[in-house]
């Protein structure tokens, strides 16, 4: 797991992505689900770490940019980088949401809305199944 090329450069076909994905990762990172709201074991994680793309492994967040929004899903007010992540207009009839995705493999990731706190004023709502956590030191090393 963890890249979004196979060995021969070529983007993962879904086949290849089954093979790497659960069930439940594939079907959000991969169809754009939405996981229920309270499931997440990360919804509660607020040690020093990383979030990372449960499919290619990229840095997305950071536990500082982290926060409880109240929605029932891990929430952050703005990513580890300003290119870790993709963002675009949901193109249904009534649908007014902004998708975020992973930059590098375009996992499927949440959603943004514009009611977060300073200093961005944003609120990443993203489905823990769609994330890895990795617990870091204080020096930003992953603790083994």
Known sequence: MGKRLTDDGQPKTDSE????????????????GTEPA????????DENGVFECAG???????TDQKYKSGTGWP???DPIDDD???????TGLLDR????????????????????PEPTGKRYCLNGVALEF???NGEGATQE
Not at 84 to 90: F, G, K
Not at 97 to 116: K, N, P, Q, T
């Open 17 to 32: 992505w089954r093979k790497v994905l659960s069930d439940e990762e594939y079907h959000v990172l991969r169809e754009a």
């Open 75 to 77: 929430s952050f007010w």
């Open 38 to 45: 309270g499931t997440s074991d990360l919804l509660h994680i």
């Open 56 to 62: 290619c492994r990229s840095d997305l967040f950071h």
């Open 134 to 136: 990795t617990a870091t």
């Open 97 to 116: 949401r902004i998708e975020v995705c992973c930059a590098e493999c375009g996992g499927h990731l949440g959603h943004v809305f514009s009611d977060g």
């Open 84 to 90: 870790a992540v993709v963002t675009q207009r949901e």
